[in-house]
């Protein structure tokens, strides 16, 4: 029997799916009346589902290389989510084909160059990108789900995770201001994917094992200490490296309530979570844990809105809530229905 199988048993209720359809009528009848802002939102909300499924791959991939404790302990919940991978797929059609609408290089080759429009930024590379990092990635996580590949398969699925994140991270984000550039954002970001799985892992305990919940509590901290650090020299370098084109980037971003945002940001994914984690009593704590994972699971999102709205229309924030339960909904239960599939497949399929 697979991994899943033994992993992903509860019986499909129509509730997700309900919430999928519905999040996705709502967005197409507000696309008539808004639908470069609904666009907008669609591709936010796509960035923020992808972190869970993206950062439950990278720690699968880890797990089968390394072992451990944690690993074992962790994998049944990290299995469900990678399940889900391949909806990011479908999620990503929509992107694709509203790009002329989200994108100003899409629409005008001179918003980022000529060069950079012919030799990268133009939409059938986008696309070939997209499609090939994706496409990839859910083949890994299938493999994974059926037990299949062993170390080879998890090495080779991060070395794809690493070129991958580090293209569509700028693809999908950077590019709506695509004079603006960051070598370290793909980093950044990678490890921002790698925090939500672990954030997840305290939301929903995976052991009753104090010293294993102490573990993943501490990796927590160090993810989101990276995050942290990443985040703040990208800004110290940009910011002080006279280079006003990047700065004003950042202008933008703490113009308004953005700056609230910029701070609640912060608060949440990175002060609260690195000062709580510090003290041996709350990392004991399954409650106070739960809560330092949720307040790192919203800031985090709070983050990717950040990065993304204020190069958007107004309205893309708004439509990122809709678009996030659509997604949210339709994983679900595609990873319910494929975990049901997989627990009734007969014993010579070679689970």
């Known amino acids: 029997m697979s991994a899943v199988a033994a992993s992903i048993r509860p019986p499909f209720r129509p509730a997700p799916i309900i919430i999928g359809v519905v999040g996705c009528a709502?967005?197409?009848?507000?696309?008539?009346?808004?639908?470069?802002?609904?666009?907008?939102?669609?591709?936010?909300?796509?960035?923020?589902a992808g972190g869970l499924p993206l950062g439950s791959l990278v720690l699968l991939c880890i797990a089968r290389l390394t072992?451990?404790?944690?690993?074992?302990?962790?994998?049944?919940?990290?299995?469900?989510?990678?399940?889900?991978?391949?909806?990011?797929?479908?999620?990503?059609?929509?992107?694709?084909?509203?790009a002329d609408l989200i994108f100003p290089w899409a629409l005008d080759e001179g918003a980022a160059g000529k060069n950079v429009a012919d030799w990268y930024l133009n939409?059938?590379?986008?696309?070939?990108?997209?499609?090939?990092?994706?496409?990839?990635?859910?083949?890994?996580?299938?493999?994974?789900?059926?037990?299949?590949?062993?170390?080879?398969l998890a090495a080779l699925?991060?070395?794809?995770?690493?070129?991958?994140?580090?293209?569509?991270?700028?693809?999908?984000?950077?590019?709506?201001?695509?004079?603006?550039?960051?070598?370290?954002f793909g980093a950044e970001m990678a490890i921002q994917q790698i925090l939500c799985a672990f954030a997840l892992t305290l939301v929903v305990p995976v052991s009753r094992r104090e010293d294993i919940s102490r573990d993943l509590a501490g990796l927590t901290l160090a993810a989101a200490l990276g995050v942290f650090y990443m985040a703040t020299m990208s800004l110290i370098?940009?910011?002080?490296?006279?280079?006003?084109?990047?700065?004003?980037?950042?202008?933008?971003?703490?113009?308004?309530?953005?700056?609230?945002?910029?701070?609640?940001?912060?608060?949440?994914?990175?002060?609260?979570?690195?000062?709580?984690?510090?003290?041996?009593?709350?990392?004991?704590?399954?409650?106070?844990?739960?809560?330092?994972?949720?307040?790192?699971?919203?800031?985090v999102a709070l983050h990717d809105i950040w990065l993304i709205a204020p190069d958007a229309a107004p309205v893309a924030a708004p439509a990122a809530l809709p678009a996030l339960a659509a997604i949210a909904g339709l994983s679900l239960a595609f990873s319910k229905w494929l975990g049901i599939r997989l627990s009734q497949r007969e014993p010579r399929d070679g689970d």
Do not use: K
């Open 26 to 48: 709502l967005l197409a009848v507000w696309g008539i009346f808004a639908p470069r802002g609904v666009l907008q939102g669609w591709l936010i909300a796509f960035v923020i």
């Open 67 to 98: 072992g451990g404790c944690w690993t074992v302990a962790a994998s049944p919940l990290l299995l469900r989510v990678v399940a889900a991978t391949p909806v990011l797929c479908l999620a990503f059609l929509p992107v694709l084909a509203g």
């Open 123 to 152: 939409t059938g590379f986008f696309a070939l990108r997209g499609g090939a990092a994706l496409i990839g990635l859910s083949a890994v996580s299938v493999l994974l789900i059926l037990g299949r590949g062993g170390r080879l």
């Open 157 to 184: 699925g991060l070395v794809l995770y690493a070129v991958a994140v580090d293209f569509t991270s700028v693809d999908w984000m950077l590019s709506l201001a695509p004079r603006f550039s960051s070598s370290a």
């Open 237 to 299: 370098v940009n910011w002080y490296g006279d280079q006003p084109d990047r700065a004003a980037w950042y202008l933008e971003r703490v113009a308004g309530a953005w700056l609230w945002v910029a701070l609640g940001t912060l608060v949440l994914c990175a002060i609260a979570p690195i000062v709580a984690l510090l003290f041996a009593n709350i990392r004991r704590s399954p409650e106070a844990l739960r809560i330092v994972g949720a307040s790192i699971l919203l800031g």
